[in-house]
């Protein structure tokens, strides 16, 4: 049961998760030349992703009380609130990096905390959480174990994959310069696309 648990797994994780990539590409760029940057950033992607698990688990195990389902599209404020954020510090200049020409200066990044990797990866797996939670409930005790347990595993392959993706110089140096554009345009996008889709205030 558990090694038939293992594909369908990968399955699941792949179709639910892709789009973290650009998420996680641009939080890469926004860190890039910082110490840290790759740790925080997938530091944050388990903390946000243990929090989907730990969600759908319960809604499975019967506590819809606590996450009702129409809570959910709601996750949606916390990357728009997130990106009007960047967006004001980037029309006010506090996020520019490009007035020295000096080398370091070019390589110099924002620091990316964790806690805002994590609040972004949670508020995007709304709609893992009603993906998962059916499944869950098909399938034995130890199938779940499994099937997080694989979950867990392929973070690290998703953060990786995001920063190959960020770090080639083609796509990186078109990430270096428009960076501060589109790291607030991606987190606005995100979240009215997950307080649409999902009905919030009766949209």
């Known amino acids: 049961m558990i090694l038939s648990s ?6 699941l994780f792949i179709a639910t998760n892709i789009d973290d990539i650009i998420v996680l590409s641009l939080f890469f760029a926004r860190g890039a030349g910082q110490r840290g940057t790759t740790a925080r950033i997938a530091a944050g ?37 997130l990106g009007l954020w960047a967006a004001w510090r980037a029309w006010r200049g ?33 709609d893992n959480i009603g993906v998962y939670v059916p499944v869950f409930l098909n399938v034995g005790p130890a199938a779940v174990v499994a099937y997080c347990v694989v979950f867990l595993l392929l973070i690290a392959v998703l953060v990786m994959l995001a920063k190959f993706i960020a770090t080639r110089r083609p796509i990186a140096e078109v990430l270096e310069r428009w960076e501060h554009v589109l790291f607030p345009v991606v987190l606005i996008g995100l979240g009215i696309v997950i307080l649409v889709s999902g009905g919030a205030f009766g949209l």
């Open 6 to 11: 293992v594909l369908p797994a990968i399955g």
């Open 45 to 81: 992607q388990y903390v946000g992703f243990a929090g989907i698990l730990g969600a759908a688990v319960l809604v499975s195990l019967g506590a819809g009380a606590f996450l009702p389902e129409e809570a959910i599209p709601y996750f949606g404020l916390i990357p728009l609130a």
């Open 94 to 126: 506090d996020d520019d990096d490009d007035d020295d020409d000096d080398d370091d200066a070019k390589v110099e990044g924002k620091n990316v905390g964790v806690w805002t990797v994590a609040a972004v990866t949670f508020a995007n797996g709304g």
